[in-house]
Nanobody, 124 residues
């Protein structure tokens, strides 16, 4: 079993930055595919960013490309989402997800393990 705990969310003005962390416990996630998703009130959960187990492949939703960066620190068993140039439309609960299957995953049901989410609010 893998437990994931997100942190780093908060309230920030448009144009600001936040770094979300996803700390894993239970087992090493160094061989896991990782992803970030978000869900705004009244909307479906949407893909934000993902990386394969090696970290060599990453991909992003068009809405966050060139602003967000996903990374991992295997020594800390933690995955990060650096979010720059934040916009009000980035306001949502952001979730970290992990799966032991190979490749890079874009759909929420491809991930077995989920964190509880962290709120990101961007004011205009």
């Amino acid at each position: 079993q893998v437990q994931l705990v997100e942190s780093g969310g908060g309230l920030v003005q448009a144009g600001g930055s936040l770094r979300l962390s996803c700390a894993a416990s239970g087992r090493s996630i160094s061989s896991y595919a990782m992803g970030w998703f978000r869900q705004a009130p009244g909307k479906e959960r949407e893909f934000v960013a993902a990386m394969d187990w090696s970290g060599g492949r990453t991909d992003y939703a068009d809405s966050v490309k060139d602003r967000f960066t996903i990374s991992r620190d295997n020594a800390k068993n933690t995955v990060y989402l650096q979010m720059n140039s934040l916009k009000p439309e980035d306001t949502a609960v952001h979730y970290c997800a992990a799966d032991s299957s190979s490749g890079i995953h874009y759909l929420w049901y491809e991930y077995r393990y989920w964190g509880q989410g962290t709120q990101v609010t961007v004011s205009s």
